[in-house]
């Protein structure tokens, strides 16, 4: 069942840092992203790595968008579940779980 974030923030209450909302954010509404709402969400130093790609390494917002449209484009429809955030200084942990149902 997907994450709904609106709903999240009693579950999880790192939601209620700004950071782990940005963080929350990314990782379930990548399938929604936009050139321009990654520019919003990602800093230019942003490191991007996907670890189920062999360590696709990609770094700033344009980056970071054109991987991921790539994937997106052989999805038809893509689930976030979010398992656990935490949030400290800044630094935010997140645990999720991705459920694609490819094209």
């Known amino acids: ?50 670890r189920c790609d062999q360590g696709t390494l990609v ?5 970071i968008y054109r991987l991921l449209d790539v994937y997106r484009n052989m999805c038809d429809r893509f689930e976030g579940v979010l398992l656990n955030i935490l949030e400290a200084d800044g630094v935010v942990l997140l645990e999720r779980e991705e459920i694609t149902h490819l094209k």
């Open 59 to 63: 770094k700033g917002p344009a980056e």
């Open 1 to 50: 069942m997907k994450t709904d974030l609106g709903s999240a923030v009693e579950r999880f209450p790192a939601l209620r840092s700004p950071a782990a909302m940005l963080a929350a954010r990314c990782a379930l509404e990548w399938y929604d992203l936009t050139a321009e709402s990654a520019a919003e969400m990602f800093s230019d130093d942003c490191v991007y790595e996907n």
